[in-house]
């Protein structure tokens, strides 16, 4: 599975935003798609994620109730809409493919795209 992610830009607090990651290869929908995000001199952190299916989502609690995650297996597509945007969500954002059911663990992720800059201004 090969990912790109894209959607990013420049936003004020508040704002919204929608990130896409975008797949190909023909095991798309046998993968659980996770957003990850890092921002400079911190960790990577995990946002959300969504099963094969798109029947099961779960999300980290810095952006429980604001961001929201989607898949359109037809479009080979994964989406991220954030809104009410803080500035302590400014990073560069990823999308990756596990076989995992359900796992927030960056290392059972296998496939990268390689990411998008969100800056959300104060």
């Known amino acids: 599975v090969q990912l790109q992610a894209s959607g990013g830009g420049l936003v004020q607090a508040g704002g919204s935003l929608r990130l896409s990651c975008a797949a190909s290869?023909?095991?798309?929908?046998?993968?659980?798609i996770g957003w990850f995000r890092q921002a400079p001199g911190k960790d990577r952190e995990f946002v959300g994620a969504?099963?094969?299916?798109?029947?099961?989502?779960f999300y980290g609690d810095s952006v429980k109730g604001r961001f929201t995650i989607s898949r359109d297996n037809s479009r080979k597509t994964v989406y991220l809409q954030m809104n009410s945007l803080k500035p302590e969500d400014t990073a560069v954002y990823y999308c990756?493919?596990?076989?995992?059911?359900?796992?927030?663990?960056?290392?059972?992720?296998?496939?990268w795209g390689q990411g998008t800059l969100v800056t959300v201004s104060s």
């Open positions: 969504v099963s094969w299916s798109g029947t099961m989502k």
């Open positions: 290869g023909a095991t798309f929908s046998e993968h659980s």
């Open positions: 990756a493919a596990t076989r995992a059911i359900r796992t927030a663990e960056s290392n059972r992720y296998n496939y």
